[in-house]
Structure formats: C-alpha cells, structure tokens
C-alpha cells in the first residue's frame, strides 16, 4: 500500500543504518516479499465456527500467565481478560488499537497528546496507573519492541518509553489479552503492571472495512481503508494477511483568540501485518509473525509572537512573520516487528524456538518555522531578516532482538498432574540519536543574539548522538501442578543478567483454590523488576519549553554525563518491585460471570524524570549559563511508589423479545502514592527540587483514578444496537505556579458511544454511530498553568468533543 509521506530535507541525508541493521531489514522485507508471494490453495468455506466472536466481551481464559499447553479456563490463579476485537474492527467508533481498548478495558489507559512534541505522534497506553514502560506487550506470545520516543511532555507517561499499539491494525487482531498481574518472573522486565498478548486472526477467507469519521464541529476527519486474507497453502500450511491505510486529519480546539492548533495530530499510516506457520518435519511447524509500517506525521507546537511582542527579535523575525506562526513538528516513523519460529515435539517435551526482532525510528522535520540567529544576522549584515522555514531535526531509533528457547512437559503421574517448563533467553538492544542539519540547532549570530536553532523543536546536535547497545540473558523455570481436586498452584523463578547494570532473580508463587463448582478464590505474591530503558540512559536533547506562557530551553542531560555527574545524579539502576492481587470469580450459570481482583503494587527506586535545575543551583548553575539554556532535567531512580487498587468485571447474556442482550460491566480504581524520595547524596535537602510538587502530581495523577465501562449490545437481526458509557473519574495536576496557585483540578466526566448496524448478508454489514456523544469536554483550566498551554489538557478521553463514523464491512 502507497502512502505519501513528505520528503526530508535536502541538507543531510538520512544517516545509513549499521550493517547488522540493514542484514536484518533486508531478511524481513525479503520474508514479507516472500510470504506473499506464496500461491493460495483452495480450501472449503470453514464449517466449524472457529474464528467466530466469542460471545462474552470479558471472560476469564488461560492464555498468558501460563506455560501449560493444556489447561482449563476455569482454573487460572491469576487474573486475565479476554477482548475479542471482530465487533471493534468491523462495527466500532475508533478506528485504531489504542482506542478501541481505551474505551473498552478499565485498567487500559491512552489518551492522544497535544502540544507535547513527539508524545503528540505516537501515543503512548499503560496499565493500572503506572507508566507505559511497565507493562509488557506481546504479540503472539513473543516479546514486541519499545518505540525510541521518551515522553518528555504531555499529562501521561512522562519519563516513560512504551509500545505503539497503533502499529498494527485492528482487523489484523483476533483477542487482546489482559494479565493484570505482576508477570517479571515469568516474562522479565517491563511486567510489573501486567502483561498485554496481542493474539492475531488465522480464519480463513478475506474481508475488508471502508471507514469514515470526523468531529462535530467538522474537523479531525478520519479514512480507514482495510483488507484481510487468510488461506491455505502447500501441506497444511497457513497464512493471514492484513493491508490497512489509515488518513487522520487534523482537529484544532485552540478558539478565536488562540493563534495555536490544539487537537489530534494530522497523521498518515500504510501498514502491512502477516502471520503463519507450516509443518517442516514429523513433528515440528515453522511459524513466522512480521508486520511494517510507514507514518507520517504533524502536530502543532507553541505559537511564536509577531510584531510587538516578546518573540521579536529572539524567536521570530519581523521580515519573515510579522503577524506570529505555529511551527510544526513533522515526524516520519518507521516501525518492524518480525518473529521467525521452530515449535514441536522433542521427544516426551515440547519446545519453541524463535528470533524476534523489532525496530522503531522517528526522524523530526520541523516545518513553517526559523532560525530566529540566522534571521538576525541576515539583518545584521544588511538582509531582510531572512532564515529556512524548514530544518531536519534529526531523531533516533531503537532496535531489539530476541531468542527463546522455550520447553514444557505435563507429567501426569506426580501430585494430581504437574506442568514443567523452562527456558533460556538472550536479548540485544541498540539506541541511536542522530543529529539534526546544522540550522536546526546552531546559535550563528553569537551568544544571547538569538535563539538557536529551528523554533517549536531545536534539532539533535552532534554532542547528543550516541550509537549504543547492551545485552542480557535469562533463564526461569515455571511449575503449575493440581495440588486437590480443588486446588491448583504455580510457581516462577527468573534470573536475569545485564551487560550495564547487574543481574536480578524474581519469583512468583500464585494460588487457586476451587471453593465450590461456581466460585474460585485465586490470589498472586511475586517480585518484578524494570531495567533502565537505553533510552532513558541515554536521551540527550535541548528543547524549548513554555512555563506560565514564556519559552525557556530546557537541556536534558543524558545519564553518566559530564552535566548529570557535575548535579550529583548517579548511574541508573532497575526499579524493583513486589505485587500482591487476591480476588476470585463466579460463574453461577453460562450466561452470567462475575470477577473481582484487588492488587498492590509497591515499587522501589522508580525511575522518573526529575523536577528543573536552573542557573542558580550550586553545582550546575554555572555549566548552563556556559550552554545558554535556563533549565537541566534529568532521569534518576529517586522515589517508591505504592499502588493499590481493584478490578470488577460482570458479564452477562439474555434473550430479550426475539434478540440477543449482552450487557458487560468492567471497572478499575487504581491509587499511587509516591511513599520516598531518594535523594543522593549530593541533593540530600533538595528533594523539592529533585521532585518537585508538579512531577509528583504527573506520578501520582496522570490517569484518572477511577475508570468503568458498561455496555449493551443488542442483537435483532439483521440489526445490531450498542451502547457504551465510559465513566472517568477525577485527576488533580500540577501547576508551573505552584502553591499559591491552586492545582489543577479535573472532574470526573462521562461519555458514551452509540452504534447502529444493519447487515445486508453474513457478508457485509454497515455501522453508522458516534463517539462521546455528550460532547463532553475535561474541566476548563487556566491556560498559563497547563502543560499544553491551553483551556483544556490531554486528560480523560481528550479535548475532541463528540464525533459521527461509519463502517461499511464486505466479506468476499
């Protein structure tokens, strides 16, 4: 699938990428060329139901969490929901990933980003109220890459890396599945929220969706084109296949008087997702997973002032805008993922054996824009004020392979039946800044003349660029066994070791105990671990920020520098942490089941992104006054968190008149706390300024404390009736002010989303709808004390308003 992207400046060229890169690119394109190009066989239409909707919008099921190949839904000690997505990819409002589950699962939270440089391009999601960076993300079981994005900006994730769920298009996915349970001894680091396995379609036949939506005040228009495939070739081999265009125009809420654009981000994505196996020899079936994407995409910064105002001459030139502009930050993203795989029977085990590898790059252009130096010494030397309006900005990537050699075996002869599994993994990551063009960020008109670099995002200098990898190994051992007819245990110890920081050992021991043939009481103890992202390590970037409606730049000093070591910031280290969920289900008939799960979590030495240290500290003061930047930020593994919370899901199915009723209710409250702050030794005393009051607020609040779903959907063919209300409860922010300013307080809000569907045939239906349907917005605030500069924050379910869809779906 074609789609445009705008060309990079002509000034520099993309830097190449590393030959063990480039091997790796070139074995997954020519995989995907490969795949595709394979003939179809014929196969009979599927009689089995396999593929079908599971009825249920949340159930419990014993996918992740266990390494039995075995098993029943209804034993599982821990925690797991079940998402189909058929009914979100062919009949739903939203047309991505991230926000089909944001308005489906409680414990999920994704809210787009504006006014906050590349968080606005890729949005980040996490679980239970902690950061993105602690939940780990599956697909198909095998371990997917973090983007090479830090949140610096923005209400959610700040400090954090994450995934980008919106790599892989919603037709493609069968079921997501939810672990909402501390997993790092089973899976490794990232685990200590839960763990999210994406599960992708294998029925046979194709299908495709036409989608179209847009605001009600008649922006932020979106197009869907999407196409699946999935048949039958050689020897009982598979393969699924899935297209997908995706058009985002821009939303813009910023009012009269605003010059800013506030709203989504225009984005433009192709993407192309595969998966299949094939039997190689008695016993053994290859498998492979791969999937690409290109996007491309645009979000407004901070508005600079024309004539009159403060911007002149510092970050705007009167010959070029004299009445203001809006830079716009351009970011081209490329995203892979590829698993390659050997599973089987080795004598009486099974094992698996697989490669993964996943890379992410995100390259800036910063259009519309200046040179504010370079403007004013074209004045200076007798010019109109004339600077480019477009710079390469440079950016950074990230790439990560892994290989798993899993084994399992079920021995029925010890205790009532014991399942053994165990495994070893290597994984190797690299992280790469590259500088932006020499405009981008260079002073040319001499210190205090003008502002450097390209105005809404100075570019990547070459004292930022690193090239850098790490590497670590694991080996665990994982025991589930019927301890009674009624009582079924599991046990997991992981050891790990890291090329940069040391080794860690974790464990698991979780419980189930049938109390009678409709209820199970279940409960989890485990340890868990997070390493240090090399993004976190090693991001290193000066960049403007706007506090209280004024620009200062900000540097933010890579970890184990010269600036970092002269402020007293120690090496980073892993956060560790211990969980502890008890709950239980109930399931009085088939129509009717009910779960309930409460879980802490404490976490200790998280790594967070520190308050400001401006010219007047002591030991950097002066160091920034040499850089001409106002402020220095750093990451530091300086607080412990507790977070406490409970999880309900009820789910329930009725004949109503001549129709179907399904009703779901799923809702999670979540608290943190920051408990500590660690302060090293050299900033004892100052832990206001290592975290300060506004980035504690980001930790403690940056979701809302309270999120619940409840939805009907009404079957009475050929007609479909849904209705999902979306409760979020309430979140406090800081302020740049501070006390006596009072924090920013948001309350609890409710939307809903309502569709209708008529299915002309088993073959082809059309939805029409709306999303937020309320037209409600967060809680008005004081713009100059927000984090994008504007009435409303990112918070809750955004700052859109309400929206119109609808979907056409043709199975052909």
């Known amino acids: 699938m074609t789609t445009p992207f705008r060309a990079a400046s002509p000034t520099q060229p993309r830097p190449a990428l590393p030959a063990h890169r480039a091997l790796a690119r070139g074995i997954h394109l020519a995989l995907l060329a490969?795949?595709?190009?394979?003939?179809?066989?014929?196969?009979?239409?599927?009689?089995?139901?396999?593929?079908?909707?599971?009825?249920?919008?949340?159930?419990?099921?014993?996918?992740?969490?266990?390494?039995?190949?075995?098993?029943?839904?209804?034993?599982?000690?821990?925690p797991v929901d079940m998402i189909p997505m058929e009914k979100a990819a062919t009949e739903g409002a939203h047309f991505d990933?991230?926000?089909?589950?944001?308005?489906?699962?409680?414990?999920?939270?994704?809210?787009?980003?504006?006014?906050?440089?590349?968080?606005?391009?890729?949005?980040?999601?996490?679980?239970?109220?902690?950061?993105?960076?602690?939940?780990?993300?599956?697909?198909?079981?095998?371990?997917?890459?973090?983007?090479?994005?830090?949140?610096?900006?923005?209400?959610?994730?700040?400090?954090?890396?994450?995934?980008?769920?919106?790599?892989?298009?919603?037709?493609?996915?069968?079921?997501?599945?939810?672990?909402?349970?501390?997993?790092?001894?089973q899976y490794g680091s990232d685990a200590i929220a839960g763990v999210i396995n994406i599960a992708l379609k294998r029925s046979e036949g194709c299908e495709g969706v036409l989608g179209y939506g847009q605001y009600s005040r008649g922006d932020g228009q979106n197009y869907l084109g999407s196409a699946y495939c999935g048949f039958g070739f050689g020897n009982d081999g598979r393969l699924s296949i899935t297209a997908e265009g995706l058009y985002r125009g821009r939303s813009d809420r910023s009012g009269e008087d605003n010059p800013r654009t506030i709203g989504d981000s225009l984005s433009r994505n192709g993407t192309l997702y595969l998966n299949g196996d094939m039997p190689v020899f008695d016993g053994f079936t290859a498998y492979v997973v791969a999937g690409a994407q290109r996007r491309f995409a645009s979000s407004g910064a901070f508005a600079r002032g024309g004539l009159g105002s403060d911007d002149i001459p510092s970050r705007n030139s009167p010959g070029m805008y004299p009445d203001g502009f809006v830079p716009f930050i351009e970011g081209d993203v490329d995203d892979r993922h590829a698993s390659l795989g050997l599973r089987g029977e080795l004598g009486d085990w099974y094992a698996d054996f697989s490669w993964t590898h996943g890379y992410n790059r995100l390259m800036y252009t910063i259009d519309r824009t200046l040179n504010a130096s370079i403007a004013n010494l074209d004045l200076l030397t007798g010019g109109s004020g004339i600077s480019p309006t477009r710079f390469d900005a440079g950016g950074f990537a990230f790439s990560q392979d892994t290989f798993n050699a899993d084994f399992s075996r079920y021995f029925d002869g010890v205790m009532n039946g014991l399942n053994t599994a165990f495994g070893f993994e290597y994984r190797r990551e690299n992280y790469e800044i590259f500088a932006g063009e020499p405009g981008s960020y260079l002073d040319v008109d001499g210190p205090g003349g003008g502002n450097a670099g390209s105005q809404g995002f100075p570019g990547f200098q070459p004292g930022d660029e690193t090239d850098t990898s790490r590497h670590n190994w694991a080996a665990y051992l994982d025991l589930e066994a019927e301890l009674g007819e009624r009582t079924t245990g599991a046990f997991a110890l992981r050891y790990e070791d890291y090329s940069d920081f040391g080794s860690t050992l974790n464990g698991k021991l979780a419980l189930g105990f049938r109390a009678s043939d409709t209820v199970l009481l279940r409960g989890s103890l485990s340890t868990g671990f997070r390493a240090p992202s090399l993004q976190q390590r090693l991001f290193s970037s000066t960049f403007t920020d706007f506090i209280s409606g004024e620009p200062v730049d900000v540097l933010l000093a890579p970890n184990g520098g010269a600036v970092a070591n002269a402020a007293g910031i120690p090496a980073l280290t892993e956060e560790t942490s211990d969980s502890i969920t008890f709950g239980l289900t109930w399931t009085?008939?088939?129509?009717?089941?009910?779960?309930?799960?409460?879980?802490?979590?404490?976490?200790?030495?998280?790594?967070?992104?520190?308050?400001?240290?401006?010219?007047?500290?002591?030991?950097?003061?002066?160091?920034?006054?040499?850089?001409?930047?106002?402020?220095?930020?750093?990451?530091?593994?300086?607080?412990?968190?507790?977070?406490?919370?409970?999880?309900?899901?009820?789910?329930?199915?009725?004949?109503?008149?001549?129709?179907e009723l399904r009703t779901y209710l799923a809702a999670n409250r979540s608290l943190t706390d920051v408990t500590a702050i660690n302060a090293p030794e050299a900033l004892v005393g100052r832990e206001d300024v290592l975290l300060s009051e506004r980035e504690r607020l980001f930790i403690e609040e940056g979701g809302p404390?309270?999120?619940?779903?409840?939805?009907?959907?009404?079957?009475?063919?050929p007609w479909n009736f849904s209705l999902r209300v979306i409760h979020f409860g309430s979140q406090t922010l800081g302020t740049f002010s501070g006390p006596p300013v009072p924090n920013a307080h948001y309350r609890p809000k409710t939307s809903a989303d309502v569709g209708i569907t008529y299915s002309f045939s088993e073959n082809s239906k059309l939805t029409v709808g709306g999303a937020n349907v309320f037209d409600v917005f967060p809680t008005r605030q004081n713009p100059d004390e927000t984090d994008n500069g504007h009435v409303f924050d990112s918070v809750q379910f955004g700052l859109n308003g309400a929206s119109v869809f609808a979907r056409y779906w043709l199975r052909f």
């Open 705 to 717: 404390s309270t999120k619940a779903t409840l939805g009907f959907d009404y079957d009475w063919q």
């Open 34 to 78: 490969a795949l595709i190009a394979l003939p179809a066989q014929a196969q009979e239409p599927d009689s089995t139901g396999e593929g079908e909707e599971v009825e249920k919008l949340l159930d419990q099921v014993f996918v992740i969490g266990s390494r039995r190949a075995a098993g029943s839904d209804t034993e599982t000690p821990l």
């Open 97 to 185: 990933l991230a926000q089909a589950l944001q308005n489906v699962s409680p414990s999920f939270n994704s809210t787009r980003q504006t006014g906050a440089d590349g968080a606005d391009l890729i949005d980040s999601a996490a679980l239970r109220g902690l950061g993105s960076d602690q939940t780990l993300v599956l697909v198909e079981g095998k371990r997917l890459h973090s983007v090479a994005l830090v949140n610096l900006f923005g209400a959610r994730n700040r400090g954090n890396t994450g995934t980008d769920f919106n790599t892989i298009p919603l037709l493609a996915v069968e079921r997501v599945e939810v672990l909402r349970d501390g997993a790092a001894a």
């Open 588 to 659: 009085p008939t088939d129509a009717l089941s009910l779960t309930l799960d409460a879980y802490r979590i404490d976490i200790d030495d998280r790594i967070v992104l520190s308050g400001r240290f401006d010219t007047s500290d002591p030991n950097i003061g002066a160091i920034l006054e040499g850089l001409g930047v106002g402020e220095a930020q750093f990451f530091v593994n300086s607080v412990d968190t507790r977070t406490r919370g409970i999880d309900l899901t009820i789910a329930h199915t009725a004949q109503l008149g001549e129709g």
